[in-house]
């Protein structure tokens, strides 16, 4: 069974600019979560989805936003780019629900802001 | 706001020695604690979930155990090896907001 895919891979941008990470979740799964991981902060939680709704958000500004589709596959969008947002975005899936939720992470988007 | 430390941030032992990396949560309300390992510039790879109700899973030379009244978990690694220099980190999913947590994680270098 394939694992989480994220694309890119890698990414580099410059202040003001948007950017959209995509990831793939492993089949069967339908939830998706986004991790934003940097050295200062560790990992943080940006937002989960479940059945194309968002059913969980993290502390970070309107500027990062997601979405997931009817096939799983999720989104997330960072409008007007700052320097601090230069981190690995990770996404993770899960089958969904409960004590046996668990998390299944792809290889990142490293995103570089100029 | 559940709070997730884990110490020591890193460790260096020579191969062969059993590991002990340790993970403290500040709320008992949890749903699972899950492991995982991340080597640099990767991605995390899942070791070992415990639900909330189990005390300990196992899965070959790993080991973890829960307490969740006192907040604490243990990752055992027996007879390390040099393949298991990596960065492990805890994560808690809380029962009440259910977010995932991390620690800040313990850096692990098995000496040859």
């Known amino acids: 069974k394939a694992g989480v895919t994220q694309t890119p891979r890698y990414l580099i941008k410059t202040r003001g600019q948007q950017v959209t990470l995509s990831c793939s979740p492993i089949?069967?799964?339908?939830?998706v979560s986004w991790y934003q991981q940097t050295p200062g902060q560790g990992l943080q939680f940006l937002f989960e989805?479940?059945?194309?709704?968002?059913?969980n958000k993290g502390n970070f500004p309107g500027r990062f936003s997601g979405r997931q589709f009817s096939n799983s596959r999720s989104e997330m969008n960072v409008s007007t780019l700052e320097l601090g947002d230069s981190a690995l975005y990770l996404c993770?899936?899960?089958?969904?629900?409960?004590?046996?939720?668990?998390?299944?992470f792809g290889p990142g988007t490293r995103l570089t802001v100029l | 706001k559940q709070e997730v430390t884990q110490i020591p941030a890193a460790l260096s032992v020579p191969e062969g020695e059993n590991l002990v990396l340790n993970c403290s949560f500040t709320?008992?309300?949890?749903?699972?604690l899950q492991w995982f390992r991340q080597d640099p510039g990767k991605g995390l790879t899942s070791l070992l979930l415990?639900?909330?109700?189990?005390r300990e899973q196992t899965s070959g030379r790993l080991n973890a155990s829960l307490d969740k009244s006192s907040g604490r978990s243990t990752l055992y690694i027996a007879a390390s090896q040099p393949g298991d220099s990596a960065t492990y980190l805890c994560?808690?999913?809380?029962?009440?907001?259910?977010?995932?947590?991390f620690g800040a994680g313990t850096t692990v270098t098995v000496r040859a």
């Open positions: 415990i639900q909330s109700s189990q």
């Open positions: 709320d008992s309300a949890i749903y699972n």
């Open positions: 994560a808690v999913r809380g029962s009440n907001d259910y977010k995932l947590s």
């Open positions: 993770a899936s899960s089958l969904g629900t409960g004590e046996y939720n668990e998390q299944f």
């Open positions: 089949s069967g799964h339908r939830s």
């Open positions: 989805y479940f059945s194309e709704t968002q059913r």
